[in-house]
């Protein structure tokens, strides 16, 4: 139970961000924010990472289908990272996020 809840919070975010970033633009958005720092300014394109504990199963992979959807929504590079249910590999994805330099990180855990 917990674990779906952090995933429904998680997509939540994804979801507030979406919005945020789309600013009411119907069009293939891209992520442009007048006045906000780079690079939410519109100076380049935004890069995420996408950690994941869990991959394996129906939801899972829908639940990656709609991150991947939203990301090309809002004209964010999205860079996804899992093994199925290993701690060690998930630690180790996250040093991988940071040393790309990645704009943000969202861990799914």
């Known amino acids: 139970m917990k674990i779906m809840k952090n995933l429904f919070v998680a997509f939540l975010m994804l979801l507030i961000a979406g919005m945020a970033f789309a600013n009411g633009n119907s069009e293939k958005a891209g992520v442009a924010l007048p006045g906000a720092p780079a690079p939410f300014d519109g100076s380049k394109q935004v890069h995420i990472a996408l950690v994941r504990q869990m991959v394996e199963g129906e939801f899972m992979q ?7 959807q939203q990301a090309e929504l809002l004209g964010v590079k999205l860079t996804i ?5 290993d701690n060690k590999a998930e630690a180790d994805f996250v040093y991988q996020a940071i040393s790309m330099k990645v704009d943000a990180i969202i861990i799914d855990h």
């Open 81 to 85: 990272l899992g093994k199925n249910m």
């Open 62 to 68: 829908m639940w990656r289908a709609g991150a991947e």
